[in-house]
């Protein structure tokens, strides 16, 4: 069982892709990867933009396409604030006193945001693909694997103080990475080497800058989410295990698209290695 010449024979893989707002970005780098070796997953999970990178990477986008749609998006601050103005509130009334971004609607943004090439229904994905929600009111992960595609989507990545909550049958769902923030438990039994990505990260000290109350906020959840993490690890590890140098970016710093790309571009050729390094493991036992 080798991987050569952009070609993998031997072990199936399965991809967790975890949440983490902008810093989900480095995503691409690791579906490039995957693309390069001639990886074709049997089945991805995903967490908030884990979910949204992983149904695109479903949907048959590979990486390079993927980076380019973002680009062309991410890399032209017109272009976002174009695309935010046509997902503003739709009524006046939730317009009075300015427009703040937790009025928007996630399922709004991801209308104006997200390729066309995501489609409207888990079925008409190429991979099979498991998205975790969290389930306010029920207090449990919720995981969507059929149905309305854009809806799982929506419910994943509504980030609490970010965006509103998602409501669908007399439900409230928030962002999926609150109970799941790397579902590589979900792939396990469904592939012989299974991949996990975590781009939570973790509060950074910022030299002479005292954190906000925001930033507490923020660095709270990702602390919280590393520690739901940490014991998911010791109980059904993966067997890849990615975590790119994603620290110093904020949940919604995806303008900084180019600086990310760029610091994070070691995982490629780390997931890479990785990789032979598995396969090797395999043939071997």
């Not at 994905?125 to 029920?138: F, H, K």
Request: hydrophobic share 45%; proline share 5%; net charge positive.
């Amino acid at each position: 069982m080798t991987v050569e010449a952009g070609r993998t024979s031997g072990p199936s893989f399965a991809v967790a892709f975890g949440g983490g707002g902008a810093r989900g970005l480095a995503h691409i780098h690791a579906i490039q990867a995957l693309d390069e070796l001639g990886i074709k997953p049997v089945a991805i999970a995903g967490s908030s933009i884990g979910a949204i990178m992983g149904a695109g990477m479903a949907a048959g986008m590979t990486g390079a396409e993927i980076e380019h749609y973002a680009r062309s998006i991410l890399s032209r601050r017109a272009e976002v604030v174009g695309r935010m103005w046509s997902a503003r509130p739709e009524t006046l009334a939730a317009m009075v006193g300015g427009l703040r971004v937790t009025q928007f609607s996630i399922e709004r943004i991801l209308h104006a945001f997200l390729p066309h090439r995501i489609p409207k229904h888990f079925g008409e994905l190429g991979i099979p693909l498991q998205v975790t929600g969290t389930d306010y009111y029920g207090h449990h992960v919720a995981v969507f694997t059929e149905g309305d595609l854009r809806f799982a989507l929506a419910a994943s990545a509504a980030i609490p103080a970010v965006f509103s909550p998602v409501t669908r049958d007399g439900r409230t769902y928030i962002d999926g990475g609150i109970y799941n923030p790397v579902p590589f438990d979900l792939l396990h039994g469904k592939a012989d080497i299974v991949i996990a990505v975590d781009v939570v990260g973790a509060p950074q000290q910022a030299a002479g800058r005292k954190p906000t109350s925001i930033d507490l906020m923020f660095g709270a959840t990702q602390l919280l989410m590393q520690s739901i993490i940490a014991h998911k690890l010791q109980r059904c590890p993966p067997d890849i295990l990615l975590r790119p140098s994603v620290s110093k970016f904020r949940v919604l710093d995806f303008l900084k698209i180019d600086t990310l790309m760029s610091e994070t571009a070691s995982i490629k050729d780390e997931l890479k290695r990785a990789v032979e390094a598995a396969v090797k493991a395999k043939a071997a036992a």
